[in-house]
């Protein structure tokens, strides 16, 4: 693995008179050579007019649930909307492939685009979703760095390469392994993992600190206004020289998530120093930022000292699988605590125990967001902890559907301990993850995995299916499950398939092996 050295640009006035500077600029950063395997600079525009949700609605799945017909009307929502803030490539945006936007200031964004096409993939036979991050990648820098914001009307990047918030959060490797899963689009990771590998190696460079451990801002990690750093530093735009949990914690997820790729595509050699920065992060994050007195991660002062912030970025540790399993059940129980996490909508951005926690949401004070609550059910199931995952997934699903069923749209994020939607509406945008990938994944239980296995946990008592659920690169399949009248009850379930793949159908008490054949 190569990394590239700091990088700078540097001013120098040179005479031209004896009274006349020219001022020169030097690009003084150095290439790495993997971004010389970055197929998605030089390619050209794709000028496809973008899908139309009417023409093309029929190409998605369909969910089936007699007894929640607001949930299936919610779902349909999401999609709408979503097909709205998808665009065509413009000469004067320089972009290369047609794309969902954040539905939010008309720039597109890694954190947004990242958590929209963890829903998106869904609908990838109707739209390729998954190619939204392609204009990230085409406007890579030669040293590996990607700008995290790019306006739609120009291309122009919103930031300067080394300030604190200009890029991230490193978790475009997460999107693009899912889609893997889903798809099984071999040649796709082939051609990412090159990008990946030289964004993750920039990142290391320039945002890590000499201990390893990995700094950002309010708004570089995502969540602007949390009060995360000490009143003598502005919370939106300074480091304030702290290690900052949730970036590291990225880092080690990230790592493992290329580490996963170049195991598919015999890359494994370019991973041998990720491999040693998993594991070295991992011991630190345990060492340094883990408080055994309340058993939770911490942001990290330049002191040594531990903050007392108990933010909803400490769970990124679940999907990084930091947490040793001696630590898991106190950790966990902080989200099954109605005094932090475990609020009337769950999962509030930070602990009602916190300082600064607002009842009324406060965007990133205690607001309810559908990123940071997917995430958080995406690592429940890292450690297998399906059973509060649902739970969680019912509240949060229910929530948003009942505020739907007021407002008749969905909303950029939630107050947690009311039933209301907060600041921009028909936002989807990330929150279309609640109604599509909450309800297929967490609701319904099906899960593809590795190996052409999907897994079905049956936890609902309820009739209720998929129709035309995408699966490789050519599968669509039916799921359908009876009414049962207890939950450990066997499920009485129908599959039809036009592939093969391998089904572990489980339910409470019970599981069993389904060989599902092409018909």
């Keep these: 693995m190569q990394f590239i050295n700091y990088t700078i640009l540097t001013c120098v006035l040179l005479p031209i008179s004896n009274t006349t500077y020219a001022q020169h600029y030097f690009d003084t950063s150095i290439p790495n050579i993997l971004v010389k395997e970055n197929a998605f600079i030089k390619k050209h525009p794709n000028a496809a007019r973008p899908p139309i949700f009417e023409e093309i609605k029929s190409r998605l799945p369909e969910p089936v649930w007699p007894k929640r017909n607001d949930v299936v009307k919610c779902y349909w929502k999401a999609w709408q909307i979503a097909f709205s803030n998808v665009h065509g490539v413009t000469k004067e945006n320089q972009f290369i492939q047609p794309y ?31 190619a939204s991050l392609d204009n990230f990648y085409h406007k890579q820098h030669n040293d590996g760095y990607i700008c995290r914001e790019i306006a739609e009307t120009n291309g122009n990047e919103i930031f300067e390469k080394f300030d604190p918030s200009s890029t991230g959060p490193n978790i475009i490797p997460w999107a693009e392994w899912e889609y893997y899963l889903s798809s099984d689009d071999h040649e796709r990771l082939k051609q990412v993992f090159s990008p990946l590998m030289a964004y993750y190696q920039w990142f290391r460079i320039y945002r890590s600190w000499p201990d390893g451990s990995y700094y950002s801002s309010g708004w570089g990690c995502g969540m602007d206004n949390q009060p995360r750093v000490p009143p003598e530093y502005d919370q939106r735009f300074s480091h304030a020289f702290m290690s900052w949990i949730d970036t590291t914690l990225q880092q080690i997820f990230a790592g493992k998530i290329l580490i996963c790729m170049a195991e598919k595509i015999n890359r494994l050699n370019d991973v041998k120093e990720v491999q040693e920065d998993v594991s070295q992060l991992t011991t630190y994050v345990n060492q340094h930022m883990w408080d055994m007195k309340t058993a939770f991660y911490y942001d990290r002062f330049h002191d040594g000292r531990l903050s007392n912030v108990k933010s909803i ?37 930070l602990s009602a125990d916190t300082k600064g926690y607002n009842q009324d949401g406060g965007y990133w004070c205690g607001g309810v967001w559908a990123p940071t609550s997917y995430m958080v059910l995406s690592g429940l199931t890292k450690y297998r902890q399906d059973s509060l995952a649902h739970a969680i997934a019912v509240n949060h699903l229910n929530n948003v559907v009942e505020v739907f069923n007021e407002t008749g749209t969905l909303w950029e994020n939630y107050a947690p301990d009311k039933v209301k939607g907060n600041d921009k509406k028909d936002m989807v945008g990330w929150t279309g993850l609640v109604p599509i990938s909450v309800l297929f994944e967490y609701i319904f239980g099906i899960r593809p995995t590795i190996d052409n296995t999907i897994i079905w946990d049956i936890r609902m008592t309820d009739e209720f299916g998929v129709k035309k659920y995408p699966y490789k690169q050519q599968g669509l399949i039916n799921f359908w499950c009876a009414r049962r009248a207890k939950d450990t009850d066997e499920p009485q379930v129908k599959i039809r398939s036009n592939i093969a793949f391998t089904l572990k159908l489980a339910w409470n008490k019970g ?3 389904i060989h599902v054949k092409a018909n």
Excluded: C
């Design 100 to 130: 969902i936007d954040a539905a939010f200031n008309n720039h597109i964004f890694i954190w947004d685009s990242t958590f929209m096409l963890l829903f998106g993939r869904y609908g990838r036979k109707a739209f390729n979703f998954q």
């Design 313 to 349: 970025a400490a769970f990124w540790a679940l999907l990084a699988e930091t947490v040793p399993q001696k630590d898991m059940s106190s950790f966990i129980a902080h989200l099954q605590n109605p005094e932090e996490f475990d609020r009337l909508h769950r999962v509030p951005t």
């Design 511 to 513: 599981s069993k092996i």
